[in-house]
T-cell receptor, first 114, second 108 residues
């Protein structure tokens, strides 16, 4: 089984351009998440979705938008990229929002904004 | 806001034991996770604690004290493959808040 996949693996993007990072899971998990990981700061939540059709803001949502049209897909869009958005982006999913629901992470997308 | 602290780096010898501490101050608490992350890879689940006490899983154990806002991850019989970052994460309002991670280096 694929689990959770992300595309692209890496990307170099010019500042001011838009880009969509793709995330797909085949585990039928209700909840999905986007994080960015920066050296010394750990994983920070950008946006999340507890179920298809709903989304919420995390700790660092500015400059990013998400949609959740169906259970499997949770794309993250940068409308106008800036260099501070250079980071490694991880998508994750879990089968619920209860306390012990483990999050499964995708392989990550390494984004460089120049 | 959330405040989750763990040491930046630790070094230990193969076969030894290492304890990674995590202290937290969060507005809510629905459990604490430990994840392992090898360089260039995704985090993977190690353990979950929601009640006080020790949870043992093979060579890895995790402890929680809710009253002290404290957890530790104990790695026993260290192997070279245990060289990785270890992430402490608190479930607050059903979203995870992560510490910055502890990089463990295992030496031969």
């Amino acid at each position: 089984t694929a689990g959770i996949t992300q595309a692209p693996t890496s990307q170099i993007l010019a500042a001011g351009r838009s880009m969509t990072l793709r995330c797909t899971q085949d585990m039928r998990h209700n909840a999905m998440y986007w994080y960015r990981q920066d050296l010394g700061l750990g994983l920070r939540l950008i946006h999340y979705s507890n179920t298809a059709g709903t989304t919420g803001k995390g700790e660092v949502p500015d400059g990013y938008s998400v949609s959740r049209a169906n259970t499997d897909d949770f794309p993250l869009t940068l409308a106008s990229a800036v260099p501070s958005q250079t980071s490694v982006y991880f998508c994750a999913s879990s089968d619920g929002t209860s306390g012990g629901a483990e999050q499964f992470f995708g392989p990550g997308t390494r984004l460089t904004v120049l | 806001g959330q405040n989750i602290d763990q040491p930046t780096e630790m070094t230990a010898t193969e076969g030894a034991i290492v304890q990674i501490n995590c202290t937290y101050q969060t507005s809510g608490f629905n459990g604490l996770f430990w994840y392992q992350q090898h360089a260039g890879e995704a985090p993977t689940f190690l353990s979950y604690n929601v009640l006080d006490g020790l949870e043992e899983k093979g060579r890895f154990s995790s402890f929680l004290s809710r009253s002290k806002g404290y957890s530790y991850l104990l790695l026993k019989e260290l192997q070279m493959k245990d060289s990785a970052s270890y992430l402490c994460a608190v479930n607050d309002d059903y979203k995870l808040s992560f510490g910055a991670g502890t990089t463990v280096t295992v030496r031969a």
